[in-house]
């Protein structure tokens, strides 16, 4: 079966600094991998993902991730943060296939301060 | 892009009563609908899968009789808390595939039981 971890439930950045969300997964098949942020009281909105294909995935707001197979990580980076990238971000592995449910890791809330 | 609408997003309801969270495909036609349930500062965890058409399928835990999911449409996908109670007040959150790992979330509902 499938998990998640993310290792650090708080990162606090300072504004400009370099931004890394880790996440490692578990799967037997080859996994499908997501990254999601979500603001107070609100759904979870797509930063990137990793179906197949190049490593490197780039998605919205500046964030990029790096499917490492040999590591099981999916590691989520910002070369420089901003106020407003101060969210939850989830790490999320499809269970199975392109139809199957997602698994969460807990969630890394990100501070950014001034 | 797709769009799923979820509605209400706050409910507050009376210890005992029952409450109806939808969640619609705006643009597309969801063959498979998922349901979360969000603790505070915990992460999404699956409660069901709902197809159209057909019973929904409930994770381990998850009382079937309280918690009753309706996929009659390709658009519209309902989750009623039957007789609520204060230890169901959390987050709710639907989603719903797009083609191929294409995950669209609704805005959530909080739901406060009194």
């Known amino acids: 079966a499938q998990s998640v971890t993310q290792l650090g439930s708080h990162v606090s950045v300072s504004e400009g600094a370099l931004v890394l969300l880790r996440c490692n997964y578990s799967?037997?098949?080859?996994?499908?991998l997501f990254w999601y942020v979500q603001y107070p009281n609100q759904g979870l909105q797509l930063l990137l993902k990793?179906?197949?294909?190049?490593?490197l995935v780039k998605g919205i707001n500046g964030f990029e991730a790096e499917f490492k197979k040999s590591e099981t990580s999916f590691h989520l980076t910002k070369p420089s943060a901003h106020m407003s990238d101060a969210a939850e971000y989830f790490c999320?592995?499809?269970?199975?296939?392109?139809?199957?449910?997602?698994?969460f890791g807990k969630g890394t809330k990100l501070s950014v301060k001034p | 892009g797709a769009v799923v609408s979820q509605h209400p997003s706050r409910v507050i309801c009376k210890s005992g009563t029952s409450v109806k969270i939808e969640c619609r495909s705006l643009d597309f036609q969801a063959t498979t609908m998922f349901w979360y349930r969000q603790f505070p500062k915990q992460s999404l965890m699956l409660m069901a899968t709902?197809?159209?058409?057909?019973?929904?399928?409930?994770e381990q835990g998850v009382e079937k009789d309280k918690f009753l999911i309706n996929h009659a449409s390709l658009t519209l996908s309902t989750l009623t808390v039957t007789s609520a109670h204060p230890e169901d007040s959390s987050f709710y959150i639907c989603s719903a595939v797009v083609g191929g790992y294409g995950y669209t979330f609704g805005s959530g509902t909080r739901l406060t039981v009194v």
């Open positions: 990793y179906t197949t294909g190049a490593t």
């Open positions: 709902s197809n159209e058409g057909s019973k929904a399928t409930y």
């Open positions: 999320a592995v499809s269970e199975g296939g392109s139809q199957g449910n997602l698994i």
């Open positions: 799967s037997s098949v080859p996994p499908y």
